[in-house]
T-cell receptor
């Protein structure tokens, strides 16, 4: 069975500090997909990034970067020079390749990390 | 392009009453999902549709929950009768049919059962 663990329940940093959110996953599939979503206080889940299991290249998007390491089953997310607007709950999620043909499986989410950026 | 639309945004009912949630996915998305999110937890899948077909409803409590997706576009999730423990946020998401495609979420319906 698939599982996603986000061990950090809550992180609080001062604005402009760098912060890394950890994500460890478990799956028996060789083909799978990893995601990060942001959930601000408004409640809507906002998509941040998608990675497939065959692409271990790290990615940078502005102040955001992601480190995917299959050897440790981790997909960590770093925010550089954090800002108050980054305050939210961040979820890591996993989707396995569906056995039912071609469809997109449901996501298995971690419990989320509540990130607080203090001014 | 319009995102996933859900209504109502908030609903307060008394226990044992029925309640229904509606979702309109992103245009062209064949796959639709309903998730349940309890306070302080990540969303959990209730049901997945590919077009009109419910291809994964293994986590849907079928004694009181039902869902439909007539014509393969809009979907309705129903609870009858509601229990106190059903208080949560119900999220709808959609994606294309391809494996591993990104799921885009609606704003959710926050349900409070009194």
């Amino acid at each position: 069975a698939q599982k996603v663990t986000q061990a950090q329940t809550e992180i609080s940093v001062v604005e402009k500090e760098d912060v890394t959110l950890d994500c460890v996953y478990e799956t028996r599939d060789t083909t799978y997909y990893l995601f990060w979503y942001k959930q601000p206080p408004s409640g809507e889940l906002v998509f941040l990034i998608r990675r497939n299991s065959f692409d271990e290249q790290n990615e940078i998007s502005g102040r955001y970067s992601w480190n995917f390491q299959k050897s440790t089953s981790s997909f960590n997310f770093t925010i550089t020079a954090s800002q108050v607007v980054d305050s939210a709950v961040y979820f890591c999620a996993l989707s396995e390749a569906s056995d039912s043909g071609g469809g997109a499986d449901g996501l298995t989410f971690g419990k989320g990390t509540h990130l607080i950026i203090q001014p | 392009e319009a995102g996933v639309v859900q209504s109502p945004r908030y609903k307060i009912i008394e226990k044992k009453q029925p309640v229904a949630f509606w979702c309109n996915p992103i245009s062209g998305h064949n796959t639709l999902y309903w998730y349940l999110q309890n306070l302080g937890q990540g969303p959990e899948l209730l049901i997945r549709y590919e077009n009109e077909e419910a291809v994964d409803d293994s986590q849907l409590p079928k004694d009181r929950f039902s869902a439909e997706r007539l014509k393969g576009v809009d979907s309705t999730l129903k609870i009858q009768p509601a229990e106190l423990g059903d208080s949560a946020v119900y999220l709808c998401a959609s994606s294309s049919l391809r494996r591993g495609e990104t799921q885009y979420f609606g704003p959710g319906t926050r349900l409070l059962v009194l």
